[in-house]
């Protein structure tokens, strides 16, 4: 019995030895370079397009803010505002009037100081009018159109931000007088910022 009993615990430790023997040779074959656990995917190119996407973002940002930053823009000395409209109102200004603008006629006026300018407005469509004139409102620079408006069953707004020279002249002309409600539409002109830029 003594006999048998080693034997048997002779061959547990061959057994033990054997299966130990597998796992290190299970081990041995195991990729040691990958961190990743086995069955997890490295990031594909759509990922790595979508990393760099925003990080140049970042940086066209960050460019961006450093350029504005360091922009010889400097900010208007007091309010420099104008506004002609709605009828029967004519033109508003500051008292004493601004020195950036001035009025020359109605609906019209002339920029007398180089800068980057906000111009607001509303156009109010006279959807009652049945002449043969087109619908369309222009807002102009010398004369040349930097914006129109051709819809005529809407109230819609006019403006945006411009840069402009001492001497241009600004105006908001319409085909037909009726074709708009004078007493709804109104246009305005704000000075932003000087540029030292614009000669």
């Not at 800068?115 to 222009?138: D, H, M, S």
């Not at 403006?159 to 004078?182: R, S, T």
Request: contains cysteine; proline residues 7%; positive net charge.
């Amino acid at each position: 019995m003594p006999w048998k009993f080693s034997f048997r615990r002779l061959g547990k430790l061959h057994k033990l030895s054997f299966l130990q023997r597998m796992s290190l040779s299970h081990m041995e074959n195991m990729p040691f370079g990958r961190s990743s656990p086995r069955g997890a995917q490295r990031p594909s190119w759509k990922q790595w397009l979508l990393y760099s996407t925003v990080t140049v973002l970042l940086l066209l940002c960050s460019f961006s803010a450093l350029i504005f930053t360091f922009l010889p823009l400097k900010t208007a000395q007091g309010p420099c505002v104008a506004k002609f409209g709605p009828l029967p109102s004519k033109w508003q200004m500051p008292s004493p009037e601004p020195s950036c603008v001035n009025k020359t006629a109605d609906w019209r006026l002339k920029i007398l100081q180089n800068g980057l300018y906000l111009i607001y407005g509303q156009v109010a469509p006279n959807t009652a009018y049945k002449g043969r004139a087109p619908f369309e409102v222009q807002l102009r620079k010398n004369e040349d159109p930097i914006q129109a408006l051709t819809n005529n069953s809407t109230i819609q707004n006019v403006g945006g931000a411009y840069e402009f020279h001492a001497g241009d002249v600004i105006d908001l002309i319409f085909n037909a007088e009726h074709q708009i409600l004078k007493n709804k539409t109104y246009w305005g002109i704000f000075l932003l910022a000087n540029s030292q830029f614009i000669s």
